[in-house]
């Protein structure tokens, strides 16, 4: 189904105005819809970007007038110690907080902006109340993604007792306004769906080569080189010199300002251009994350992950 297939936009129409809701929780939802928002913008569309992720993921992509960011946090993702430890009952009371409590408001201010806008497609990436506030305003709207919160939320009920899990049921009830979902590789189950279009991997275009990468960096063809990425968070380790054999350097994606690294670490810039380093690289280490594991496959780099732990 195409766009200028939904009801009430003409085949013939060439300007569409767009509401991409992202999901703050991490980089990994906002780097891809950077990629998706790039084209749609690049094709003569107006798009309205709601997040709560940083404005440099978007904004070092995408330099257009057509290009709008509205700074919303409508869901929060996992609550985390850090990169790899996840607190189940933590997160399921954050989004209380954050989604559940306020929600008549959140949704009376997006029915309002959405109008406003004068919106002809919602996409969501992947915020369950964008898909009622979408269906409340009489607008269609669709996901893009490989996960839904329900279904990770379900097993921090599980895993948690028996704490909010009527945060579950609302989620897969928002999810049901949606009009398809566009299934992106690696999905979990996702019932609340009722139509799927299953596409490929979804990420950034590379804007420099291999050796334009090491030349900037002063690092020689001859030297190994492996990235630390866990999705632009430290990975609490604390790092050392004899980690690395001879001959190989790292380059830290997410360091803090005060951590001090080795000499044969590297930190790099918290608005770094990953997909870039990561094609220079010989080998990545992070943990599994969509945009991680996508720009890994993309760029053929081996790929070493560390297994997510949680606590309660």
């Known amino acids: 189904m195409r766009i200028e297939e939904c009801e009430g936009v003409s085949a013939s129409r060439k300007h569409l105005v767009f509401a991409y809701y992202v ?21 003569g569309h107006d798009v309205h970007v709601v997040t709560g992720a940083p404005d440099f993921v978007f904004t070092s992509e995408i330099q257009s007038p057509r290009l709008f960011i509205r700074k919303v946090l409508l869901d929060c993702g996992a609550v985390q110690a850090d990169a790899l430890t996840v607190d189940r009952l933590a997160s399921l009371e954050k989004y209380s907080e954050t989604a559940v409590k306020p929600r008549e408001s959140i949704l009376a201010t997006e029915i309002e902006w959405l109008n406003s806008i004068k919106a002809d497609l919602v996409v969501s990436d992947v915020v369950p109340v964008a898909c009622r506030a979408a269906a409340d305003a009489g607008i269609r709207s669709v996901c893009v993604t490989n996960f839904s919160w329900d279904f990770i939320y379900a097993e921090y009920v599980m895993a948690a007792g028996n ?45 420099k080569t291999r050796k334009e990468v090491r030349k900037e960096l ?13 999705g632009g968070q430290p990975s609490g380790w604390k790092l050392k010199e004899e980690y690395l054999p001879s ?31 990561i094609a220079a690289s010989d080998c990545m280490l992070g943990k599994i994350g969509y945009g991680t594991v996508s720009e890994a496959l993309a760029f053929k780099l081996p790929f070493v992950f560390v297994r997510r732990d949680y606590f309660q």
Not at 218 to 230: A, H, P, Q, R, T
Not at 254 to 277: H, M, R, V, W
């Open 163 to 207: 704490h909010h899990r009527s945060i579950v049921w609302q989620i897969a009830e928002d999810y049901s306004h949606c009009e398809f979902l566009i299934r992106l590789p690696g999905f979990c189950p996702m019932p609340a769906f009722r139509d799927v279009i299953d596409v490929p991997l979804v990420v950034r275009r590379l804007h």
């Open 247 to 277: 001959g190989w350097l790292c380059l830290v994606c997410g360091a803090s300002d005060s951590q001090e690294l080795p000499p044969n670490f590297i930190k790099l810039a918290k608005d770094a251009y990953t997909p870039d380093l």
């Open 218 to 230: 002063g690092i020689s063809d001859d030297v190994k080189m492996v990235i630390l990425n866990f």
């Open 23 to 43: 999901t703050g929780h991490g980089f990994g939802h906002a780097t891809r819809v950077v990629e998706v928002v790039r084209n749609l913008i690049l094709a």
